[in-house]
Antibody, heavy 119, light 107 residues
Framework: QLHLQESGPGVVKPSETLSLICSVS??????????WSWIRQPPGKGLESIGT???????YYSPSVESRVTISVDASKNEFSLSLTSVTAADTAVYYC???????????WGQGTLVTVSS | DIQMTQSPSSLSASVGDKVTITCRAS??????LNWYQQKPGKAPKVLIY???ALQTGVPSRFSGRGSGTDFVLTISGLQPEDFATYYC?????????FGPGTKVEIK
C-alpha cells in the first residue's frame, strides 16, 4: 500500500513560487503502474486536478495552470514535486498529492497541506 | 479537457432516505467514472470506480450506474455517517477532472 506525504511551506508571498514535495513510501516512483498527481482544494470549495506525471516523465497539466506549473519526479529520492509560479491569493488551497493507475480512481492520497498566499 | 457537472449542488435528507446524485461529462468517458466521499478536513475517499464497482470496504447501500456521459450515484438508506460532500471524477483522459461536488446535509 502506497503512503504519500506532502511537505513544503505553509505561506508563500504573492508573485513568488509555490513548491511542494510528495514523499512516496511503499512503492517506487519508477513504477510504470502509477500516475503521480497533484490536486488542490481552495477553502470551502471543490477539488481541482492540477496535473499528473507518469514514470517516463511525461506530464499532463490542467489548462487553468498550465503556463505556471511544473510537476516532476525525483527517482533518487522516491518523490515527486509541484512548482507553481507567480502565485496569487487564488492559489490559496489545500494541496494533495495522489496516485492512480490508468483508468482507475485516485485511491492513494496524502493528508493534504494548506498553502496560503499572503504577504 | 473534459468538463464534469453535478446536480444538485446540495441537498437535505433524513436518515433512511434514498439519495440520488447525477454527474455529466462534456464528452463520452467510456464508463471511467469514479465517485468519492469527502468529510471536512479529510482527503476524499473512493466509493465507486468504473461507474459501478464498489471499492473494498464501502457499504452496499452505495451504488453507481450510467454510461457515456451520464452517471448516477445512489445511496439507499442514508446513514448518519453519510452526511458529507460527494464528487464525481473522470479517469478517461488527462487532466483527470472532478465535478463541483454535492453536499448532503441533514434535514
Amino acid at each position: 500500500q502506497l503512503h504519500l506525504q506532502e511537505s513544503g511551506p505553509g505561506v508563500v508571498k504573492p508573485s513568488e513560487t509555490l513548491s511542494l514535495i510528495c514523499s512516496v513510501s511503499g512503492g517506487s516512483v519508477r513504477s510504470s503502474t502509477y500516475y503521480w498527481s497533484w490536486i488542490r482544494q481552495p477553502p470551502g470549495k471543490g477539488l481541482e486536478s492540477i496535473g499528473t506525471v507518469d514514470f517516463t516523465g511525461n506530464t499532463y497539466y490542467s489548462p487553468s495552470v498550465e503556463s505556471r506549473v511544473t510537476i516532476s519526479v525525483d527517482a533518487s529520492k522516491n518523490e515527486f514535486s509541484l512548482s507553481l509560479t507567480s502565485v496569487t491569493a487564488a492559489d490559496t488551497a489545500v494541496y494533495y498529492c495522489a496516485t492512480l493507475e490508468k483508468y482507475l480512481p485516485f485511491d492513494n492520497w496524502g493528508q493534504g497541506t494548506l498553502v496560503t498566499v499572503s504577504s | 479537457d473534459i468538463q464534469m457537472t453535478q446536480s444538485p449542488s446540495s441537498l437535505s435528507a433524513s436518515v433512511g432516505d434514498k439519495v440520488t446524485i447525477t454527474c455529466r461529462a462534456s464528452q463520452s468517458i467510456s464508463g471511467f467514472l469514479n465517485w468519492y466521499q469527502q468529510k471536512p478536513g479529510k482527503a476524499p475517499k473512493v466509493l465507486i470506480y468504473g461507474t459501478s464497482a464498489l471499492q473494498t470496504g464501502v457499504p452496499s447501500r452505495f451504488s453507481g450506474r450510467g454510461s457515456g456521459t451520464d452517471f448516477v450515484l445512489t445511496i439507499s438508506g442514508l446513514q448518519p455517517e453519510d452526511f458529507a460532500t460527494y464528487y464525481c471524477q473522470q479517469s478517461y483522459s488527462t487532466p483527470y477532472t472532478f465535478g463541483p461536488g454535492t453536499k448532503v446535509e441533514i434535514k
